[in-house]
């Protein structure tokens, strides 16, 4: 696993997904890599869940020690990125506060994805394109939730397939080059153990290997429910009657049983991935300690 | 009538709102068979439904229209549904596709916009446009006539409040400034803009440029009538007969988004008609603690049982006081009287029914 430089973690809203991409990060920052965790837009929950705050776009924080933390507007990205990438073209703050070059990018194939997607790689570079950044060892991409991360990846090449010359169109070979290649770039998709996460983790798993003959080899299961109880033990518990703690119980081992089955229907339709499953954890908030229990689970699945 | 069902008596249009994740598909199934059960006929609007709801609700023809639905499907079968419910989910790209028909001054236009990649791409992909194309399909519906409610799901955003202000960034982005711009690449266009263009054309070549161009040309007889459809949707949202249910769950971020969302509304004008809160774990309130619990299991289960079933639920209060926490808060914030809470359960989809009993039974 040496040479990885990028893990692209996704996820629909409310899986942990955040709350993963940050343990991920910190089971690297523990293993003396230097790491950086991005997130997309105006989101902050990585840093969130560490009990840092984001700066403003591009500004890297330190929300844990050892780590940093990047967060990018489709804008910054776009400036940072003509700004390294195509100098002396225009003025890069110009070009990006254009209200005509914002419609162009909206209106223009994979063009916004690939400004995002290209600032990402770029952090991920060693010496960095970005004159007097500090290079990383390992890029964790907290890729958005409501996003098509498919697509997101696919961006070079569906730019390229429009837009075949020029100095950006150039760039997305070697940016393709590094996201589809599976020692550079790994995808690590989270779920919780219920009927639509693991249905979603599953035609992701198709749409990346369709549209980038990339295969999804990581999955984490977060909230996973454990029981108690064992199956036997149900018939006793008639015997305490109507009791809430009952009730309750019973309730644990459902969900349990319910969970057990999502995932052995997730590992049943990737057989050859890698499922790591999280504990649910029952705590009133989850603080930096419990990220820390995490990132020692997800050990194995960082560089 | 529950406090719900009040607030949304004599509604035409009801929105139901909230972060992603928090399961407002299966609640605005539920508001509006439980609407069609008071004898009210009811359009719903889907937006991403899952598989097995899309089944249930008959959602596989998809012609972007409202089909009938089969209420025993969602297990009303003994239900007598004195109304009728319909049933589409949105289709985003043919909703636009429609506008333009309606809206073009005459077919050849409006085939020629249709056929631009710039059109395609921009019609899925441009922020806003699932909400714009959601609002704009719900005005139509509300048009047509022949529903006594209409129901719409709103789609799965990170930001509630996107779908409010969806109408005028649409239309603020497609401006006319912007698109003389495009129009007229010489002459009176600022400096600036020519470098933009000359910078455009340089970074990714020619025939983009000219798709644009030949775009924008297309759709500028077609701006007053996208704004002016614009300004109307906007005035349905903030109607008197059109009410918003904030949807959430007892996690943080929708939590925060709900409060922030419902602020909104008051701001704009816009009616709320309540709060739901899905997916709550219900608190034992005479619970005396784990070493209590297993003793006085003891006697029935056997200690070891005992035990376990005292840890069991445990765990289970500390979610639930956790639940009830985020509940008050969010009953603190909002000063809502009719916030319903509805419990964490597998919901089977018989249970749709039965939710929309609960709900406004």
Redesign the interface.
């Known amino acids: 696993m040496t040479g990885r430089r990028l893990i692209v973690v996704t996820g629909k809203g409310g899986v942990g997904k955040s709350t993963v991409a940050a343990a991920l990060a910190v089971a690297a920052v523990r293993r003396g890599q230097r790491t950086v965790v991005v997130e997309v837009a105006a989101s902050d929950d990585v840093a969130r869940a560490l009990g840092g705050s984001a700066g403003d776009s591009l500004r890297e924080t330190e929300p844990y020690p050892g780590m940093r933390h990047v967060t990018i507007d489709r804008r910054a990205a776009m400036e940072a990125y003509l700004h390294d990438e195509v100098p002396g073209v225009v003025p890069a703050a110009l070009l990006a506060r254009s209200r005509a070059f914002e419609l162009f990018v909206a209106a223009t194939p994979g063009m916004s994805d690939l400004l995002t997607i290209g600032k990402v790689w770029e952090l991920a570079q060693r010496p960095r394109h970005t004159r007097g950044a500090s290079p990383y060892d390992l890029v964790v991409l907290d890729a958005p939730a409501s996003g098509n991360v498919a697509g997101l990846l696919a961006a070079p090449r569906t730019f390229r397939s429009i837009a075949r010359v020029g100095p950006i169109a150039n760039q997305c070979a070697a940016i393709d080059r590094t996201l589809t290649d599976a020692g550079a770039t790994q995808v690590v998709a989270v779920a919780t153990p219920e009927q639509m996460p693991v249905t979603e983790t599953l035609m992701l798993r198709g749409a990346l290997r369709r549209q980038l003959g990339i295969e999804l080899r990581a999955v984490v299961v977060n909230r996973v429910v454990c029981t108690p109880l064992h199956d036997e033990d149900l018939e006793a518990l008639a015997g305490a009657g109507d009791d809430p703690a009952v009730a309750s119980a019973r309730w644990l081992h459902g969900r349990a049983q319910a969970h057990r089955e999502q995932i052995a229907r997730l590992r049943r339709g990737m057989p050859d991935a890698d499922v790591v499953t999280l504990p649910f954890l029952f705590t009133r908030e989850l603080r930096r300690q419990q990220i820390e229990q995490l990132a020692a689970r997800l050990d194995g699945l960082a560089p | 009538m529950s406090g719900l069902a009040t607030r949304l008596d004599g509604k035409r249009i009801v929105i139901c709102a909230g972060?992603?994740?928090?399961g407002k598909t299966t609640i605005s199934a539920a508001v509006a068979l439980g609407l069609a059960s008071q004898g009210l006929r009811v359009a719903l609007v889907t937006i991403d439904p899952?598989?097995?709801l899309a089944e249930a609700l008959g959602l596989d023809r998809l012609d972007n229209e409202p089909r009938g639905v089969d209420p025993a499907r969602l297990g009303a079968g003994d239900l007598r549904l004195r109304g009728e419910l319909s049933a589409m989910m949105l289709d985003v790209k043919r909703t636009f596709d429609e506008l333009v028909a309606l809206l073009a001054p005459d077919p050849a236009t409006a085939r020629a916009i249709l056929a631009n990649?710039?059109y395609e791409?921009?019609s899925t992909?441009?922020?806003g446009s699932q909400e714009y194309t959601a609002i704009a399909k719900l005005f139509e519906l509300e048009q047509r006539g022949g529903y006594d409610a209409i129901v719409l799901d709103t789609p799965?955003?990170?930001s509630a409040i996107d779908f409010l202000h969806a109408p005028e960034r649409l239309t603020g982005?497609?401006d006319g400034r912007?698109l003389a711009?495009?129009l007229a690449p010489s002459g009176q266009v600022l400096r600036?803009?020519g470098?933009?263009?000359?910078?455009?054309r340089?970074?990714?070549?020619v025939?983009?440029?000219d798709d644009?161009t030949t775009?924008f040309r297309l759709v500028s007889g077609l701006l007053a009538g996208l704004r002016a459809r614009a300004a109307d949707v906007e005035r349905l949202l903030t109607d008197q007969r059109t009410a918003f249910v904030v949807v959430s769950?007892p996690?943080r971020?929708?939590l925060e988004e709900a409060i922030h969302f419902a602020r909104e509304l008051e701001r704009n004008g816009m009616h709320r008609a309540g709060v739901i809160v899905n997916r709550v774990h219900p608190l034992?309130a005479?619970?005396l603690g784990r070493a209590a619990?297993a003793r006085?299991?003891a006697p029935?289960?056997?200690c070891a049982?005992a035990d376990?079933?005292?840890?069991?639920?445990a765990?289970?209060?500390?979610?639930a006081?956790?639940d009830r926490d985020a509940v008050d808060e969010l009953r603190a914030a909002l000063d809502e009287p009719a916030l319903a809470c509805v419990l964490d359960r597998?919901r089977d989809l018989r249970d749709i029914a039965a939710l929309a009993a609960e709900l406004l039974g």
Do not use: K, N, Y
């Not at chain 2, 972060?19 to 928090?22: K, M, N, Q, R």
């Not at chain 2, 470098?195 to 455009?200: L, T």
């Not at chain 2, 376990?308 to 639920?313: E, I, R």
């Open positions: 972060a992603g994740g928090v899952a598989r097995r990649p710039v791409q921009l992909t441009l922020a799965p955003s990170r982005f497609l912007l711009i495009f600036a803009a470098i933009v263009f000359g910078a455009m340089r970074i990714t070549g025939g983009l440029l644009l775009f769950s996690e971020a929708p034992d005479g619970d619990t006085r299991l029935a289960l056997g049982l376990a079933v005292a840890g069991a639920h765990r289970v209060q500390l979610l006081a956790r597998e």
